[in-house]
């Protein structure tokens, strides 16, 4: 997250007016009174960021005549980023202190929703609780993302000092974590789904010891970590007002629709999102899927904000968000 914070500022020198760019409207058959059809270019992360998405990644046709999606899943945060400085992003899914740390450099885009509650989990080889940490190694992935900023900020609330009462060990990626974990290298580790699903699978000493939700949910309320973004780019907001809603409805009524059909909705998607469609099934109560309005989580948000910006300020971009940063 950090390496991504350092480069906006290169790349937002050079991205101009980002509002309007990339927008593209196509005329529906039947002339100039027929209904406006927007290209929507939607952007999304592979893993769990976009599982949420994947009703409309299979049945597009969800979307309504009104909407031509044109979908991107993005293998790293900072590949999603530069399409966005570059104006080639209308709606993405992306970390919620990565969608504060843009806004808050420039980029001139809104929180639409909350699309992803809390997918980290403390996983272990025996049963632990927060007193039982101290003292003892934690492996997570790099310092200073999501898994790492949140563990510490709990941990502090459970008496913890994570500098003088941890052993805190950062590995490269969750693939690399995950592999260490189910080889018995490593017995305790932050880790998100649907990796937990995966390690728990492959290593039966394995188990979920702590859920970070339950620990969030004690000390800082609401039920559950604002952890995924849904934003949009305010140029399209203003020029598209009915897309933005078809889109936003037809999200929220296919998660309605996956939670009654978990595999008919993940086996068409899978592929694009990159996890098998087995383990988004039996991981898909951890993961937390959720679509809330800007509007109804606006203190939500900003709390979780401000677990960032007392870490380290850059995280979210020097400052909490202004009030533009959240759609009414």
Do not use: C
């Amino acid at each position: 997250m950090k390496r991504t914070a350092i480069i906006f500022v290169w790349l937002l020198a050079g991205a101009g007016l980002l509002a309007a760019a990339g927008i593209v409207e196509a005329e529906a058959e039947g002339g100039a009174d027929a209904p406006t059809v927007a290209a929507v270019r939607i952007g999304t992360l592979r893993g769990p960021t976009s599982v949420g998405m994947a009703p409309l990644l299979g049945q597009p046709e969800r979307l309504g005549p009104s909407i031509e999606p044109q979908f991107n899943v993005y293998g790293t945060p900072d590949l999603l980023v530069s399409q966005i400085l570059a104006g080639e992003v209308d709606i993405a899914a992306l970390p919620t202190n990565l969608a504060a740390n843009l806004f808050n450099r420039g980029v001139d885009l809104q929180l639409l929703a909350i699309s992803g509650g809390g997918v980290l989990y403390v996983v272990a080889d025996e049963d632990l609780g927060w007193e039982d940490l101290r003292g003892r190694t934690v492996h997570t992935l790099a310092r200073g993302t999501t898994p790492d900023i949140l563990f510490q900020a709990l941990a502090r609330r459970y008496g913890i000092d994570p500098e003088r009462d941890l052993d805190l060990r950062y590995s490269a990626d969750q693939t690399e974590l995950a592999q260490q974990l189910i080889a018995g290298r490593v017995r305790l580790a932050v880790v998100p789904e649907p990796f937990v699903t995966r390690v728990l699978n492959a290593n039966p000493r394995l188990r979920v010891a702590i859920d970070l939700g339950d620990g969030y949910r004690e000390h800082f309320g609401g039920d559950t970590y604002p952890m995924t973004a849904m934003v949009v780019m305010r140029g399209f907001a203003e020029r598209y007002p009915e897309q933005l809603q078809t889109f936003a409805e037809a999200y929220a009524e296919g998660l309605r629709w996956f939670t009654e059909n978990r595999f008919e909705g993940a086996e068409p998607a899978a592929e694009k999102i990159g996890i098998p469609a087995p383990v988004i099934v039996e991981a898909f109560d951890r993961l937390n899927m959720v679509y809330l309005p800007a509007a109804s989580v606006r203190d939500d948000v900003a709390r979780f904000l401000e677990i960032f910006y007392e870490f380290n300020p850059q995280s979210v971009g020097g400052s909490l968000p202004s009030s533009g940063f959240y759609r009414n």
